[in-house]
């Protein structure tokens, strides 16, 4: 069952978890089989709030998931990064993206030809233009997920 999952409190306190994560929050809640008069009903008041937080909580498309700047990056720019190749001693500003079949698509502009900053320009330039190839549909997998992501 997409993110609900039954736990055990203490020996014989049984309850119903539902969790996810949408844009870094996550969000959580119990459902106790005492309190909703057994696991049945546990379980559906789970699955009721999970459904009506889903309907309410906007999914990452895939193309937002690809400018988040991740905690390596140095260049300030997602998909941006300096290179230093050996036929290019100066080093070169290079635009990356991973599509969603696996695939990578990958610019690169010199720096001893367009200048330091006029590179970095470009790559950044490169990789909005790389966005364009990918979708903007919700990032999710679960079935369930995606039917209240539509």
Not at 89 to 100: M, S, V
Request: glycine letters at 6%; proline letters at 4%.
């Amino acid at each position: 069952m997409y993110a609900i999952s039954r736990h055990e409190r203490r020996p014989g306190i049984w309850y119903w978890l539902v969790m996810f994560t949408r844009q870094g929050k996550r969000y959580y809640k119990s459902f106790y089989d005492v309190r909703r008069g057994g696991s049945e009903n546990a379980l559906a008041a789970a699955k009721a709030w999970r459904d009506g937080q889903l309907a309410a909580i906007k999914a990452l498309t895939k193309r937002n998931f690809c400018q988040i700047k991740r905690t390596s990056n140095q260049s300030g720019a997602p998909g941006v990064h300096f290179i230093r190749p050996k036929n290019h001693p100066q080093g070169c500003w290079a635009a990356r993206l991973k599509l969603p079949d696996g695939r990578e698509r990958t610019k690169t502009f010199s720096v001893r030809k367009y200048g330091e900053s006029r590179a970095f320009e470009l790559a950044v330039e490169a990789r909005s233009q790389l966005l364009d190839l990918v979708d903007d549909k919700p990032f999710l997998r679960d079935q369930v997920a995606m039917k209240f992501a539509r």
